[in-house]
């Protein structure tokens, strides 16, 4: 995982108890130096970024389980225990909640795919293009919804006196912020409308502009705003020139390039969910003995 490693403070576990601290405790130091280095990017985070993350972080809850599951951990502690599985499963939903909007998007870039490659007539091609982009104000409507409750569980986290809750919620919150990128990748701005003079971001994309002009455009919009803009031009276009047919290509290829993204970003979010769902089999374990 090429995450830079660089010294970040943390809770340290002491190794006596804990054999595996010191691995751990790395692990989480790594996602940290993630978190930290993915406050220089522009907002929203490209998909190979938070696939990185993702992947890291499905490493740091292999650690986690083997320390919950150690018996030394929180053995005789139901109430910390309690804690930490409140913890575990708002986190599991949201990553649930993430899978599913996932699982929609691919859904509906799809069909578009399916619409374009048809030898479509411009009012079906307008037709599709607005049935995507009403899912897409859908997709962040329920987004802000998760954001707004991610915002709740963060003031909602009290100090704990135990190491390894605090440890634990510490992983948490690299957690909350690696799906907080997510979400945000899938709300990039819905375009509705270009504003005077707005084309030359298009133009760019397009390749109508100079070289160094394309890249800066690029760099500025995520794959699910490329895709926007891409059939904002499309839809503007259709049936009015000869150039449908080129615009519909491009359509295309945006179309490929984000169902690349988010093939990446299913594959993550499994990984991460699948520990997490260890983890809350691990402290229901405790709670049952």
């Not at 519909?248 to 769902?277: M, T």
Request: hydrophobic share 40%; net charge positive.
């Amino acid at each position: 995982m090429s995450i830079t490693n660089c010294p970040i403070r943390s809770i340290s576990l002491p190794s006596r108890l804990y054999p595996n601290s010191l691995r751990m405790e790395a692990a989480l130091d790594n996602l940290k130096a993630w978190q930290m280095s993915s406050l220089a990017w522009p907002l929203p985070l490209r998909a190979e970024i938070m696939q990185t993350g993702l992947l890291g972080l499905a490493e740091m809850y292999v650690s986690v389980n083997e320390l919950i599951r150690s018996p030394l951990t929180l053995q005789g502690h139901k109430q910390l225990v309690d804690e930490a599985l409140d913890e575990q499963i708002g986190i599991l939903d949201l990553c649930d909640t993430l899978r599913d909007l996932i699982i929609k998007m691919k859904e509906h870039v799809q069909d578009l795919q399916s619409a374009l490659r048809r030898k479509a007539t411009s009012s079906s091609i307008k037709s599709s293009i607005r049935v995507y982009m009403s899912f897409r104000k859908k997709v962040k409507y329920d987004v802000s919804k998760s954001l707004i409750a991610l915002k709740r569980k963060e003031n909602s986290s009290e100090a704990s006196p135990s190491m390894v809750v605090r440890f634990l919620r510490e992983v948490s919150t690299v957690t909350v912020s690696l799906l907080r990128s997510v979400l945000l990748f899938m709300t990039a701005p819905v375009m509705t409308k270009v504003k005077p003079g707005g084309w030359s971001l298009i133009s760019k994309m397009t390749g109508a502009g100079s070289r160094s002009s394309s890249e800066k455009g690029e760099k500025n919009v995520n794959d699910v705003g490329c895709v926007d803009l891409a059939l904002h031009n499309l839809s503007e276009h259709a049936g009015k020139d000869n150039d449908t047919k080129l615009d519909v290509r491009f359509v295309l290829k945006k179309l490929e390039e984000l169902a690349r993204s988010i093939e990446g970003l299913e594959g993550g979010l499994d990984c991460v969910y699948k520990r997490l769902v260890r983890t809350r089999v691990s402290l229901l374990n405790i709670l049952a003995h």
